[in-house]
Nanobody, 120 residues
């Protein structure tokens, strides 16, 4: 089992910044793929950004150039730096952590979610 604890959400004005953190603990294997998802009211959960143990990243088009995903492998912590926030970024943000020992079976875990609200 892996436990994920998210922090850093809150209320910010448009154009402002927030930094989300996701601290993982428990049975974490050598190969990991981590990501941030978000879900706005009435909408499906969507991928915001993802990163692997090896550092490769991908972003949704809506956040490219504004958000940066990073990780600290030694601390098993995932981050999402969000700049130039827009009202449409308002959502509950979820940390997702996939871990694998041998790149065959993957174990998938979700954080509890943290609210990000951007006022106009």
């Amino acid at each position: 089992q892996v436990q994920l604890v998210e922090s850093g959400g809150g209320l910010v004005q448009a154009g402002g910044s927030l930094r989300l953190s996701c601290a993982a603990s428990g049975r974490i294997f050598s190969f990991n793929s981590m990501g941030w998802y978000r879900q706005a009211p009435g909408k499906q959960r969507e991928l915001v950004a993802a990163i692997t143990t090896f550092g490769s990243t991908n972003y949704s088009d809506s956040v490219k150039g504004r958000f940066t995903i990073s990780r600290d492998n030694a601390k098993n912590t995932l981050y999402l730096q969000m700049n130039s926030l827009k009202p449409e970024d308002t959502a509950v943000y979820y940390c997702n952590w996939k871990t694998s020992q041998m790149l065959t079976s993957w174990y998938d875990y979700w954080g509890q979610g943290t609210q990000v609200t951007v006022s106009s």
